[in-house]
């Protein structure tokens, strides 16, 4: 099983950066997928997920700025960020999740001015 993340990176504040993983190994469709973030010093938290069936559920502190979606024929979950803040700053980690977790090797992502 592979989960790899793409398209991190470093952002001014108040802009936007879309992660994608890419899932292998798995029968993608079937499983929950979600993103999680860990800043320095802090633990892992979640950010985002989605059901196999499309339902979505996000923390708090994104919600009305960031959108989780999925493309099943890609294998392949999206989050999308929106007015990126500096406390948003952390290491993102894409999970896909049935009986058994996978992790994916995590992305930074950077927002400083």
């Known amino acids: 099983v592979q989960l790899v993340e793409s398209g991190g990176g470093l952002v001014q504040p108040g802009g936007s950066l879309r992660l994608s993983c890419e899932a292998s190994g798995i029968t993608f469709s079937t499983y929950a997928m979600g993103w999680y973030r860990q800043a320095p010093g802090a633990q892992r938290e979640l950010v985002a997920d989605?059901?196999?069936?499309?339902?979505?559920n996000y923390a708090d502190s994104v919600k009305g700025r960031f959108t989780i979606s999925r493309d099943n024929a890609k294998n392949t979950v999206y989050l999308q960020m929106n007015s990126l803040k500096p406390e948003d700053t952390a290491v993102y980690y894409c999970r896909a999740r049935r009986i058994l977790f996978y992790w994916g090797q995590g992305i930074q992502v950077t927002v400083s001015s």
């Open positions: 989605i059901t196999s069936t499309g339902n979505t």
